[in-house]
């Protein structure tokens, strides 16, 4: 049986593989390989494509939350909230700041953080510190931030949530790793927030060969800050402001993504096209729950997630998939709160039913734009089978 890929990078770099062969070569005859013109045309290009006003490239999407948190002026054991329901390094990254990551649930049905659910959590397990800021009422810790995640490819509510931070001293930074391309009411990450945060990971929506990330910010002395953090703190050659760190973006990788940047918008349609069609097949299964996109949303189905309702279903249907060579992912299957890392956060953490449920249920199918109609159909009649059987 031919197998139906989770995920093929080989059929992309196929079918363009002479443009980013010729994009790379000027590179290697500049010698230049870390930063100069070459990154800067590329951070440019990227502020363009979504109207923004600055992008700073790093090393990853992980140290573009890390400086995004430090240059948000996070102090030493301050808090800040993180949906539990996430990727480690969302959460890691504010302990790598010098933070302490706060966990809070997720809404069951779009897997996001709501302005309902940080509004409930705020007045429930916080109390008004000393300067007006929320304190944690079970551990007593200052928060700082709330770290708006939009996860799978769809936008956090930015507007509502920067209300209900804000009205709280609240500043957001937002992880919109999975998320390029993507927009709620007509915007992108990074206009409700000091700064997003990408990355270039090469599975994601807009790959490297490598890795690599960005910063985007609204605010001229904020990407500035990036700037200097990503070289050791320095403006000037030699001369250190501040700690800074060695986070930044290769001139290789910002050739091959300034190839692919104008390709995404075709990418992005043929994943929707992709999570649309899927919608369709299982609208009415019972016990199915298909990607409910949020009104005014513009998702780019870095993910095509489900949730499968009752005890084991999720894993025999995964069982099946693979008994029929059709890939699949759990995204995740463990809640950050439950980590060993994170494990002396625990006594503090609110109960998080919706993470430990999503983590249960969720299962996501293959979904990149270059799966054939015929390999995804095999996907539907499996699922279907599934089900009626
Ligand atoms: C939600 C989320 N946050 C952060 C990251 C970290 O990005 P990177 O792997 O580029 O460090 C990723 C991807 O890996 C992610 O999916």
């Not at 397990?125 to 928060?143: A, C, F, I, K």
């Not at 910002?254 to 692919?260: C, E, F, T």
């Not at 043929?270 to 299982?282: I, K, T």
């Amino acid at each position: 049986m031919t197998p139906v890929p989770f995920f093929d990078l080989t059929r992309q770099y196929a079918s363009m593989e002479k443009e980013i062969q010729e994009a790379v070569l000027p590179v290697f005859k500049s010698q230049q390989f870390i930063l100069g013109p070459t990154v800067a045309d590329f951070e440019r290009q990227f502020a363009g494509a979504f109207g923004l006003s600055r992008a700073v490239g790093v090393s990853s999407g992980t140290d573009a939350l890390v400086l995004s948190l430090v240059a948000s002026g996070l102090l030493r054991g301050q808090g800040v909230l993180v949906p539990s329901f996430t990727f480690f390094a969302s959460a890691s990254a504010v302990s790598l700041a010098g933070g302490r990551p706060v966990f809070l649930d997720v809404d069951p049905s779009s897997f996001l953080l709501t302005p309902d659910v940080l509004d409930r959590f705020l007045r429930e397990e916080t109390r008004p510190g000393p300067d007006n800021r929320p304190v944690t009422r079970r551990g007593n810790h200052p928060l700082a931030g709330v770290m708006a995640i939009h996860l799978y490819g769809q936008m956090v509510d930015m507007e509502g949530l920067f209300q209900v931070a804000r009205s709280h001293g609240l500043w957001i930074v937002e992880d919109a790793c999975q998320a390029v391309g993507a927009r709620h009411n007509g915007h992108p990450p990074g206009l409700f927030s000091n700064a997003a945060a990408y990355s270039f990971f090469p599975t994601k929506n807009l790959g490297g060969a490598g890795d690599g990330g960005l910063v985007t910010s609204e605010s001229d002395d904020f990407a500035d800050h990036i700037l200097r953090l990503r070289v050791h703190g320095s403006r000037k050659r030699y001369e250190h402001e501040e700690m800074g760190y060695s986070a930044r973006l290769d001139a290789l990788q910002a050739r091959i993504l300034s190839v692919k940047l104008p390709r995404l918008a075709e990418w992005t349609a043929r994943r929707q096209a992709l999570a649309m069609r899927y919608n369709e097949a299982f609208r009415d299964i019972p016990g199915v729950f298909t990607p409910i996109p949020l009104p005014d949303c513009h998702h780019v189905y870095h993910q095509y997630t489900l949730r499968i309702e009752g005890e084991g279903r999720r894993d025999a249907l995964r069982n099946l998939l693979s008994e029929r060579a059709i890939g699949s992912e759990v995204y995740y299957p463990i809640p950050l709160h439950r980590q060993e890392a994170f494990s002396g956060l625990l006594p503090e953490t609110a109960p998080l039913p919706a993470s430990d449920k999503l983590c249960r249920e969720v299962i996501s199918l293959p979904v990149f734009p270059e799966l054939f109609d015929h390999e995804q159909e095999r996907v539907v009649d499996a699922v279907r089978t599934f089900f009626r059987g």
